[in-house]
C-alpha cells in the first residue's frame, strides 16, 4: 500500500531523513520506533505532505505522492493523527469530529459521525463540550475520531500513547487495534516501544535518520539491540 524509497527530508539545512525506505501492506500494523530526534515524526510528516520530501520516492497504492500537497494526499486516503493530539481547543468536540471530513464532498459525513459516536460514546455525550476541556484520553479520542471522519484507508499515528496515564495508554492501543481490525491499515510511531512490538505485524527502528533494523514485530522484540536500547533490558 505504501512505499518510500530513500527519502530525505529535512528543515532548512537539517536533514532529518537520511534515505529512509521502508513499505506498508495493505491491513498491516506497522510501528517505527526509535529515540527522540531519529526522524520519526519527520517521516510520518513527509509521508501525509506536511513536509516535502527533498530526496527519494513517495508511492500510495502505487501512485507517487511525495509532490502533492497535504490536502490532496488526504483526499487520497492518508490521515495523519498527530503528536500531542493537536485538536482545536475552543472547538466543540462535533466541530473538530467534522473538520475531519472537510476535504469530503460525499452523502456519508453524517452516517460516518454516527458511527464514531458509537465507537466513543463519551465523545457523543461530550459533543456541544469545547474540546480544549476534555481530558487527556478523551482528547486522544478525538483525535482519532477526527482521522477517522477522513475515511482513510491508511492512518498514521504519531506517539497516540504521549502523556496518557497507563490505564487509557491501553485503552488507546485496544482503540488503535480494532481500526486495523475493522480493515484500516496503521503505520504508528511509538514511545512505548514493548506495547507497539506486542501489538504490530511489523516494525522498523529508526536511528539518527536512518532505518537500522526491519523485521517481523515479535523478533525485535527479542533482538538484543532493541531490548538495550528501546526495551530497558
Same mark, same amino acid.
Given at each position: ?48 505532505g ?9 508511492a ?5 505522492? =511525495? ?12 490521515? =495523519?493523527?498527530?503528536? *500531542?493530539?493537536r ?31 458509537? =465507537?466513543?460514546p ?55 487495534k ?8 496503521v ?35 527479542e533482538?538484543? =539491540? ?5 526495551? *530497558?533490558?
Amino acid at each position: 500500500m505504501l512505499t518510500l524509497e530513500g527519502v530525505r527530508a529535512g528543515y532548512g539545512r537539517v536533514e532529518a531523513l537520511r534515505g529512509v525506505s521502508l513499505a506498508v501492506g495493505c491491513g498491516e500494523l506497522v510501528c517505527l520506533v526509535g529515540a527522540n530526534g531519529a526522524g520519526k515524526t519527520t517521516t510520518l510528516k513527509t509521508i501525509s505532505g506536511i513536509v516535502q520530501a527533498t530526496g527519494g520516492r513517495i508511492a500510495f497504492e502505487g501512485q507517487d505522492i =511525495h509532490r502533492l500537497a497535504a490536502p490532496e494526499i488526504l483526499r487520497r486516503g492518508i490521515a =495523519h493523527c498527530p503528536e *500531542g493530539r493537536r485538536v482545536f481547543p475552543y472547538l466543540t468536540v462535533e466541530e473538530n469530529l467534522r473538520l475531519g471530513a472537510y476535504v469530503r464532498r460525499d452523502p456519508e459525513v453524517e452516517a460516518d459521525l454516527r458511527d464514531v459516536y458509537r =465507537h466513543f460514546p463519551i465523545l457523543d455525550e461530550r459533543a456541544r463540550q469545547a474540546a480544549g476541556t476534555l481530558s487527556g484520553g478523551e482528547q486522544q479520542m478525538l483525535a482519532i475520531g477526527r482521522a477517522l471522519m477522513a475515511r482513510p484507508r491508511l492512518i498514521l499515528f504519531d506517539e497516540p500513547s504521549l502523556g496518557l496515564a497507563p490505564t487509557i495508554v491501553e485503552i488507546t492501543f485496544e482503540i488503535i487495534k480494532r481500526i486495523r481490525n475493522r480493515g484500516a491499515t496503521v503505520l504508528m510511531v511509538e514511545q512505548n516501544a514493548y506495547g507497539a512490538l506486542r501489538m504490530a505485524d511489523r516494525a522498523y527502528v529508526m536511528e539518527t535518520g536512518v532505518i537500522t533494523l526491519s523485521g517481523p514485530a515479535h523478533e525485535l522484540l527479542e533482538n538484543d =539491540h532493541v531490548k538495550r536500547a528501546y526495551l *530497558g533490558g
